[in-house]
């Protein structure tokens, strides 16, 4: 009984206007720790699609490439594209830490352009590979998951947007950096996965 | 205490396990599986009965000897946070019974799996929408038909496919169970050991029509399997001639 | 008018619906003109768009974006917390970022979709009461066992879990709310709208979808467009759960009041931790194995069609890896609630405190490594059958370990036996029951018997009825003098408990028998000689199905006119029950320190938490009182 004997405190009366401040129980920043998760769970959406390109690809052995090759040239030169877009998502971050107005700008413009030009490549490669999904189940895994990872790119994009409009607007400096930190993560975390699904689809 | 305790659990789990293997859980054994899985099913009970008594007993006996009496309300029980001896012991030994357990389950999978011997019957059975149809060859030509015949005493294998959705090729009777899956053929093999009518059952979702989706086969001695199949093998083959 | 649709809220919600409607059909008919396909306007297409997109619309309407959308375009965004707290009763049909207002909007619309979804059972029940054809054609029955499985699945015991916790998880951490509030908010919209989009399967051409809560491939990429309702419902409904446990998981790592280390969290918030591990990892992958069904059933993928070289099995495996877990999802807060129930009320400490915690993070681990024990009959080789039968069976060591140490909690306490005692109690007996009896549907030869029977029937409904069910009941019934301020009617509650459980095993129980007879699931017509069984189960059912009515009484009536409840009515030692019931809108003046574990009934003067005034001296427990052992 004396164990429970605080007592609670009285209904509040209205004098606050707002919530304590939380306590901070980690080093890890909330905003940061919350992407991080989300790209944990993002990775194992790819994982399911990689599960069905095992399936498909091992498992049931159905040929593979899909139709009379892939343009792995082509494909190359875009995870080209998109690890310059990385270093420069990089360096929009760095800009952004020391208040380098300019530096943020131009960065997040070109990171933003280098993201878009990967599209526009995708959706040209897609126009011209001779097979769609209805071909073959190869085919079907091949158009899941470099549009698996396409849709992902629009959503990157998306975010580099929302940090663009804000950095033009001045929002964005060294004290006040999450809304570019969080979408910076984004961004290397798509590039990272092309890495993966061009050399699991093209390469291997 | 611990002493009226220990025999509560052993009279108890005792009729426990007696009313569980008492009841007839199982339809006729129809093959050489259904007795090792019968067994197999007494083993669970004799295994499962102890735990869930000691658990229940433990627990009413905890409700009745120290529910709240009246006067009892500010009391709180002694501050017991835990005993690694006890921890120890009940990890350990579940992990013996699971072990135990999982060994006997897989030898049995292995013996009731094994691969047929040469030259044993095949019996191709295709599932569709919502029926079941048997192909064999025998000494009269092949026989296709909605209803399965076996001869007793004799091992047959079922080479199961699907052009559809899944089915699950099941005869209770047999105890064996296994989904037609479209695009690959699963299969398991089995010897009818009692002549008689079983129910098959579909036994996966398939559809509108799956509750509907039994047949029967019937195990027959030998000879009378020998002249109904040349019954059907002539029909199948006026049938097929007839295309 | 016109500022009511400018503000955020119903009105501008309807709107948004229509117009999204209406984007969904230009896009469509813009779409297949652009590729020339004809007729330009198909029906089939726009409303598998239309599903997809207008809840979005919809979300937008209602509110959920709006402050993101200020934030993005760089304008002045302020957080006066106006949408915080719930002042009348129509507080709870707006977007709130209060997690306790979030927390009893979970509850309701989950309970909600309980009774819906329990009703629809009654009517599996009363159509299977005899052999033949009673009242539903085979197609309304599919139906009605597929949606009111999805909806108790993903409608009711994941979320009504996320629901109590959204609740009282921030208080017992001494957090003033959850760490992300307007996602919290946006992950609770997202719930009613898969709901409905279930139910309104049913109005679609060729019935509701049909193919069970598992919808296997091939059978749901050739079924009629009501299938494509449960495709996409099932990714709002995981959105919204991937989404909270993230801010869950965020919430505990970072706002855990000062001293509250994890080995001195109370075990509800050890449960929700493990939980959100499990759905951030696991629940990506229905999300893909719907997309995959989707992207076959929509345009032509070939997936799962062998024909084209697809892999049938690929589903199960992809499902399943989701799937299993989810049965822990829909268990482990259950837990929680036990051991914080058994603990107060049998005024003892949790027996194995750490043992129990790590159990949890095991069940979590071997989760991951048992899928494909639901494809023991789906032709897969041996060589991965028995594996997987091993790491099935050893998930019951570390559940063993949590049903002993329940039952050592109760050892030589001091008992009360009141309503959320008795279901706690009751969950320990009926829980044992199903994972006795999942153990041996572990046991491969045994599971080719009686996989897809009405053995297989009894086992979940032991696990989830028995189980996580009665673990909502008590916590519920725990938690509701602090979420609403009053006391229930505890004589109702235990009539409640008695019929339940009473009609549940009568109910359940036979299913064992006739399933292992030989009567398979899922059929709405049987063989004569399951028929008496069957009217027996039907006729329990009904008395089951009328029992939860009282519950919905008490309830109801106690939250309108109940006794009022003071601020611990249980003599609790964690921090949601120092504050007042119902907890101040912001939870707490200042963030409360924590200063010993949980659960230490019976030290004399122990303290887990300093809550409220700091300047009032208060001695902790000593150190002793922090250990796992003494
Ligand atoms: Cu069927
Ligand atoms: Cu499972």
Known sequence: ?204 | MWVSLAAIIVVASAIGIGIMLAISWFPAQGSNVAPKIDTFWNVLIVVSVPIFVSVVTMMLFSIWRWRQRPGEEGLDGPPIHGSTKLEVIWTIIPTIIIAALSTYAAILLLDIQAAPAKGTRVVNVNGIQFAWNFETKTDAGPVKSNLLYLPVNEPVTFDIRSKDVIHAFWVPAFRMQVDAVPGITTSYSLTPTKVGSFDIVCAELCGLGHAYMRSTVTVLPPARYKAVMAGLAHASAAVGGSK | MASKIRQAGWYRALAFTILGIAVCIGLSTGLRAAFGLNPVYDGTAVLQISLLMVPIFFLGGIGCFDYWLRWASGRKVVDDHADHGAKSWKDYFKVNTDHKVIGIQYICVSFFFMFVGGLMAMLVRAELAAPGRQFVDPNTYNGLFSVHATLLIFLFVIPVFAGIANYVLPLMIGAPDMAFPRLNALSFWMLPLAGVMMLLSFLAPGGSFAAGWTAYAPLSVDAPIGQAFFTIAVQFAGASSIATALNFLVTIITMRAPGMTFFRMPLLVWANFSTSLLVVIATPFIAASQFMVLLDRALGFNFFNPAGGGDVLMYQHVFWFYSHPAVYIMMLPGFGIISEVLATRARKPVFGYRMMAFSLLAIVLLGFTVWAHHMFVSGMPNWVRIPMMATTAIIAIPTGIKIFSWVATLWRGVLKMDTPMLWATGFIAMFTLGGISGVMLAMVPLDIHVSDTYFIVAHIHYVLFGGSLFTIFAGIYFWFPKMTGRMFNEKLGKIHFWLTFVFFNLTFAPMHLIGVQGMPRRVSDYAEQFATWNMIISISSFILGLSSLLFLYNMVASWRSGPKASSNPWNSLTIEWQVSSPPPIFNFDTIPSVVGGPYEYGVPGAVHAIVGDPAKDLVPAGAGATEGHS
Not at chain 1, 1 to 9: F, G, H, L, S, V
Request: glycine fraction near 10%; proline fraction near 5%.
């Open chain 1, 1 to 204: 009984m004396e164990a429970a004997a605080i007592p609670a405190p009285a209904a509040q009366d209205d004098h606050h206007h707002g919530p304590p401040v939380a306590n901070q129980s980690s080093r890890v920043n909330s905003e940061v720790l919350g992407i991080l998760l989300f790209i944990i769970s993002e990775i194992m959406l790819f994982g399911a699609f990689f599960a069905a390109y095992f399936f498909i690809r091992v498992v049931n052995a159905d040929g593979w490439p899909p139709g009379a090759g892939l343009p792995v040239a082509v494909a190359a030169t875009n995870a080209a594209i998109l690890l310059s877009s990385s270093v420069t998502m990089h360096w929009t971050d760095v800009s952004a830490k020391r208040g380098n107005q300019a530096g943020m700008r131009i960065g997040i413009v070109t990171t933003f352009l280098l993201g878009c030009t990967f599209l526009f490549i995708q959706i040209n490669e897609y126009l011209h590979l001779g097979f769609t999904p209805k071909t073959s189940a190869s085919a079907s895994v091949f158009f899941g998951l470099t549009g698996l990872h396409g849709a992902h790119v629009i959503i990157g994009l998306l975010l580099l947007w929302m940090s663009a409009v804000r950095i033009f607007k001045g929002k964005v400096g060294p004290a006040n950096y999450k809304g570019l930190e969080v979408p910076g993560i984004y961004w290397h975390f798509v590039d990272a996965m092309w890495i993966v699904v061009f050399t699991t689809i093209y390469v291997l």
